[in-house]
């Protein structure tokens, strides 16, 4: 099959691009970046339009003689003019405007487990308003909703776990965070399954007009989630509380026992998972989005941290044969390399 391909150079993006390739699909990608994408993709010998999604004139042409879209494109903090907004909604408005006239017949669009109408973030709000463009355009469509992708190159795992390798765990204090506790459940998945059902979907008829979550085999709260990501790197996490500031802070648990805690830590080789109330990680995100023009945290993710991200994976189980790993299981492959 012959399939347009946008976001090629992100983490999924990657994963599609080579499975695709290895299938024997030709794929075109949509590159903001030739020269980016050249460097990324010249492995997998794929074809390359020079377009920008919010530039809907430089799309012209990019999907003549293509059976397939595979819509790929998202960002998790805004920089500039690329807002969830106009990434997310307008950017998959011009494309599928290009495909209505390129007469395209199928449609494959990721989007995010946790997207619904009316949701607290403007990430899920953009990419809602993304899924009600596509399910109203003339194609046969699929939508896949993933929870948290990860892989050999994610930047979720491998962020946590670069903090748990720090020397001495000194550096980790307050550096491996659980928002209100982590009790947010989340159901991670192998970026690898979340391709294959990409793919997969592409010539099933069961698939058209229907919406799949792509997910983990089981819910883990996000404190969990971490346990298991120190437990791969052959640690077993402590969870310690945050320090409390007031009149009464001799009397809370938190204040005595942290600097214990860091400092057993010091000499046992023992990540520390620290429960970081809500409204001091808000406090955080707002300095970091004032400040920094990449801010590694916003509060958008933070709504998102704050409310479960599961889902039932059952339909992508029997329609793509996926079965993903348990998350230690997956994270093992490549943490333990």
Same mark, same amino acid.
């Given at each position: 099959m012959?399939?347009?391909?946008?976001?090629?150079?992100?983490?999924?993006?990657?994963?599609?691009?080579?499975?695709?390739?290895?299938?024997?699909?030709?794929?075109?990608?949509?590159?903001?970046?030739?020269?980016?994408?050249?460097?990324?993709?010249?492995?997998?010998?794929?074809?390359?339009?020079?377009?920008?999604?919010?530039?809907?004139?430089?799309?012209?042409?990019?999907?003549?003689?293509?059976?397939?879209?595979?819509?790929?494109?998202?960002?998790?903090?805004e920089?500039?003019?690329?807002?969830?907004?106009?990434?997310?909604?307008?950017? *998959?408005?011009?494309?599928?405007?290009e495909?209505?006239?390129?007469?395209?017949?199928?449609w494959?669009?990721?989007?995010?487990?946790?997207?619904?109408?009316?949701?607290?973030?403007?990430?899920?709000?953009?990419?809602?308003?993304?899924?009600?463009?596509?399910?109203?355009?003339?194609? %046969?469509?699929?939508?896949?909703?993933?929870?948290?992708?990860?892989?050999?190159?994610?930047?979720?795992?491998?962020?946590?776990?670069?903090?748990?390798?720090?020397?001495?765990?000194?550096?980790?204090?307050?550096?491996?965070?659980?928002?209100?506790?982590?009790?947010?459940?989340?159901?991670?998945?192998?970026?690898? %399954?979340?391709?294959?059902?990409?793919?997969?979907?592409?010539?099933?008829?069961?698939?058209?007009?229907? *919406?799949?979550d792509?997910?983990?085999?089981?819910?883990?709260?996000?404190?969990?989630?971490?346990?298991e990501?120190?437990?791969?790197?052959?640690?077993?996490?402590?969870?310690?509380?945050?320090?409390?500031?007031?009149?009464?802070?001799?009397?809370?648990?938190?204040?005595?026992?942290?600097?214990?805690?860091?400092?057993?830590?010091?000499?046992?080789?023992?990540?520390?998972?620290?429960?970081?109330?809500?409204?001091?990680?808000?406090?955080?995100?707002?300095?970091?989005?004032?400040f920094?023009?990449?801010?590694?945290?916003?509060?958008?993710?933070?709504?998102?941290?704050?409310?479960?991200?599961?889902?039932?994976?059952? %339909?992508?189980?029997?329609?793509?044969?996926?079965?993903?790993?348990?998350?230690? %299981?997956?994270?093992?492959?490549?943490?333990?390399?």
């Amino acid at each position: 099959m012959k399939i347009l391909l946008t976001g090629a150079t992100g983490f999924v993006g990657g994963e599609v691009v080579k499975q695709a390739v290895e299938a024997g699909h030709r794929v075109r990608v949509l590159v903001r970046n030739p020269a980016q994408a050249e460097a990324r993709l010249k492995q997998h010998g794929v074809e390359m339009f020079h377009g920008n999604i919010l530039a809907a004139p430089s799309l012209t042409g990019c999907m003549e003689g293509m059976d397939a879209v595979v819509h790929l494109v998202g960002v998790i903090t805004e920089i500039h003019e690329m807002t969830f907004e106009r990434i997310h909604h307008e950017g *998959t408005v011009n494309l599928l405007a290009e495909a209505k006239r390129a007469n395209i017949k199928r449609w494959i669009q990721m989007s995010a487990l946790g997207v619904r109408p009316n949701a607290r973030s403007r990430y899920h709000q953009s990419k809602w308003a993304a899924e009600e463009a596509v399910r109203a355009a003339p194609f %046969d469509w699929t939508i896949v909703r993933p929870s948290i992708i990860y892989g050999r190159k994610d930047a979720f795992v491998n962020l946590f776990a670069r903090m748990m390798r720090f020397p001495w765990n000194l550096p980790q204090v307050f550096t491996v965070p659980a928002i209100g506790g982590g009790y947010a459940r989340m159901q991670p998945v192998p970026v690898e %399954d979340v391709a294959m059902a990409i793919l997969r979907s592409l010539d099933r008829p069961e698939s058209f007009k229907k *919406t799949y979550d792509l997910c983990g085999p089981q819910p883990l709260r996000f404190r969990e989630v971490l346990s298991e990501i120190a437990a791969a790197l052959g640690h077993r996490a402590s969870m310690v509380g945050f320090p409390k500031l007031g009149r009464q802070w001799f009397g809370d648990g938190a204040n005595v026992f942290l600097p214990l805690s860091v400092l057993f830590s010091m000499f046992r080789s023992k990540p520390l998972v620290v429960s970081v109330p809500g409204d001091f990680a808000r406090a955080l995100a707002w300095c970091m989005e004032t400040f920094m023009e990449r801010p590694m945290l916003n509060r958008d993710q933070l709504l998102m941290l704050e409310e479960d991200n599961v889902g039932d994976p059952a %339909d992508a189980l029997k329609d793509f044969g996926i079965r993903p790993p348990a998350f230690r %299981d997956g994270i093992a492959r490549y943490l333990s390399a």
